[in-house]
């Protein structure tokens, strides 16, 4: 069993995306509530202020850390988020930063990425309100799986589906993680609160028709991702309290 202790967190948004204001709200909410304490944000500008920035907070974390929460708010691609200037960056890249080897003072720590992204779908600028983007993934291998230990990572949707955002309430994931944290978090290890929220957004995706924002035609349902993809390797429960 692991209880949180001095948790550090670390959001990614790329705010172009209409309604990613609702998003970050709930998020910095839930670091609040949660024990993380002064998250580090990043506007998701471009790469290189990207990656100096997760390099830089992951360099002032001390041996007294008791776990790291990663949320991602981006366009994407299978294995890939794309930031506001169209820069693209492998997940893979980030995960890589906090494992064992780069960043001593988490080991043996739980580790917790949240990635609200599509992962693999050609899209176009008239599908606002999916958060892919307009390059084809067919040419890429499938993202590598964390090797680290204890890492946990929430994909929004499963491999070559879409993620969708509504512009007045932002994307159902996190409405939902708001939900669960807020009234289970006090007895639910962080695995199983997940699998809530997935519940959750079992029941409200069928209703399509209700994330859509101003008329703007979606693709057909089926491509639209309606189940979180839960990979983990964590070797402890993790509780948030």
């Given at each position: 069993?692991?209880?949180?202790?001095?948790?550090?967190?670390?959001?990614?948004?790329d705010?172009?995306?209409?309604?990613?204001?609702?998003?970050?709200?709930?998020i910095?909410?839930?670091?609040?509530?949660?024990?993380?304490?002064?998250?580090?944000?990043?506007?998701?500008?471009?790469?290189?202020?990207?990656?100096?920035?997760?390099?830089?907070?992951?360099?002032?974390?001390?041996g007294?850390?008791?776990?790291?929460?990663?949320?991602?708010?981006c366009?994407?691609?299978?294995?890939?988020?794309s930031?506001?200037?169209?820069?693209?960056?492998?997940?893979?890249?980030?995960?890589?930063?906090?494992?064992n080897?780069?960043?001593?003072?988490?080991?043996?720590?739980?580790?917790?990425?949240?990635?609200?992204?599509?992962?693999?779908?050609?899209?176009?600028?008239?599908?606002?309100?999916?958060?892919?983007?307009?390059?084809?993934?067919c040419?890429?291998?499938?993202?590598?799986?964390?090797?680290?230990?204890?890492?946990?990572?929430?994909y929004?949707?499963?491999?070559?589906?879409?993620?969708?955002?509504?512009?007045d309430?932002?994307?159902?994931?996190?409405?939902?993680?708001?939900?669960?944290?807020?009234?289970?978090?006090?007895?639910?290890?962080?695995?199983?609160?997940?699998?809530?929220?997935?519940?959750?957004?079992?029941?409200?995706?069928?209703?399509?028709?209700?994330?859509?924002?101003?008329?703007?035609?979606?693709?057909?349902?089926?491509k639209?991702?309606?189940?979180?993809?839960?990979?983990?390797?964590?070797?402890?429960?993790?509780?948030?309290?």
């Amino acid at each position: 069993m692991y209880t949180i202790h001095s948790g550090k967190a670390f959001l990614l948004c790329d705010e172009t995306r209409e309604g990613s204001e609702h998003d970050v709200e709930i998020i910095e909410c839930l670091f609040q509530t949660n024990g993380f304490e002064n998250p580090t944000v990043s506007k998701a500008e471009n790469k290189e202020a990207v990656m100096t920035e997760f390099r830089r907070f992951r360099d002032q974390l001390t041996g007294d850390v008791g776990c790291l929460m990663v949320v991602i708010m981006c366009h994407g691609r299978l294995g890939h988020i794309s930031l506001s200037n169209g820069e693209e960056i492998q997940l893979e890249t980030i995960y890589q930063l906090f494992n064992n080897s780069q960043c001593p003072a988490l080991r043996e720590k739980p580790k917790l990425f949240v990635v609200q992204a599509c992962r693999g779908e050609k899209l176009h600028y008239e599908h606002p309100q999916i958060d892919g983007n307009i390059m084809n993934s067919c040419n890429f291998v499938r993202e590598l799986l964390p090797t680290e230990s204890d890492v946990m990572v929430v994909y929004a949707v499963c491999p070559d589906k879409l993620a969708i955002r509504h512009k007045d309430h932002g994307c159902p994931m996190f409405v939902k993680m708001s939900e669960v944290f807020e009234n289970e978090n006090t007895h639910l290890h962080i695995y199983e609160l997940f699998t809530q929220v997935n519940r959750r957004l079992d029941e409200i995706i069928p209703d399509f028709a209700g994330w859509e924002a101003d008329s703007t035609k979606l693709p057909e349902q089926g491509k639209i991702g309606n189940s979180l993809h839960i990979v983990s390797s964590l070797t402890k429960k993790w509780y948030l309290k």
